[in-house]
């Protein structure tokens, strides 16, 4: 069972469009982070959501959180090709045998054509 | 410089060989991580170790042993290779096991089990 479903897995636009990737699960997190990888290298911390509610905004990116933490978004305006890449929703739970672990979502492959 | 490094980016071996991963942080992190990434690109805790010591084993086959000697370094071996284990190994490090901590993920090691 994955614990968070990332949507869509796949997103190929133009340059200048606007796009939204989704993170949803039926479980409670306590944080929840957005990665970007690119090929051949590893994933990296884009942004950390903590609060039910919470948005963020990185430059043309903005993250949100969901009120009852289980989901969260990003947003991507005006998109550019050097934003192409893997990007992957990460939550954490505290406590048990929870601590520090990272649920990862299947990702979402974003090209952004010239 | 480099936070987070790996030995070696590619390994191909045969079916039934052993193997090992290195991993180094010189980021004075406490914990650190084993991530096994699929041809699908998605991303799953193998293990995780906090100041030398063993906090998460998910589901891994005993064929796999981690071994950290000091908080700097969590190598991973694998024994009795099956072609299933072809994957991108990713090593990543934090600070301590706060929920809400980045994890610094290496290159990662490209293996190839023929």
């Known amino acids: 069972t994955q614990l968070l479903e990332q949507s869509p897995q796949f997103l190929s636009i133009q340059e200048g469009e606007n796009l939204t990737v989704y993170c949803n699960s039926s479980?409670?997190?306590?944080?929840l982070q957005w990665y970007r990888q690119e090929p051949g290298e590893g994933p990296v911390l884009l942004v950390t959501?903590?609060?039910?509610?919470e948005v963020k905004k990185l430059k043309r990116l903005t993250f949100q959180f969901g009120d009852a933490r289980k989901d969260s978004s990003l947003h991507i305006t005006a998109a550019q090709p050097g934003d192409t890449g893997l990007y992957l929703c990460?939550?954490?739970?505290?406590?048990?045998?929870?601590?520090?672990?990272?649920?990862f979502g299947q990702g979402t492959i974003l090209t952004v054509h010239p | 410089d480099t936070a987070v490094s790996q030995t070696p980016k590619y390994l191909v071996t045969q079916m039934g060989n052993d193997k090992s991963i290195k991993c180094e942080q010189n980021?004075?992190?406490?914990?650190m991580y084993w991530y096994k990434q699929d041809s699908k690109k998605f991303l799953k805790i193998m293990f995780s170790y906090n100041n030398k010591e063993l906090i998460i084993n998910e589901t891994v086959p005993n064929r796999f042993s981690p071994k950290s000697p000091d908080k700097a370094h969590l190598n991973l071996h694998i024994n009795s290779l099956e072609l299933g284990d072809s994957a991108v190994y990713f090593c990543?490090?934090?600070?301590?096991?706060?929920?809400?901590?980045?994890?610094?993920f290496g290159p990662g090691t490209r293996l190839t089990v023929l």
């Open positions: 980021l004075g992190h406490d914990t």
């Open positions: 990543a490090s934090s600070p301590d096991l706060a929920s809400y901590n980045e994890q610094f």
């Open positions: 990460a939550g954490a739970k505290t406590g048990g045998t929870s601590y520090g672990k990272l649920t």
């Open positions: 959501v903590v609060t039910g509610g």
């Open positions: 479980s409670v997190f306590s944080s």
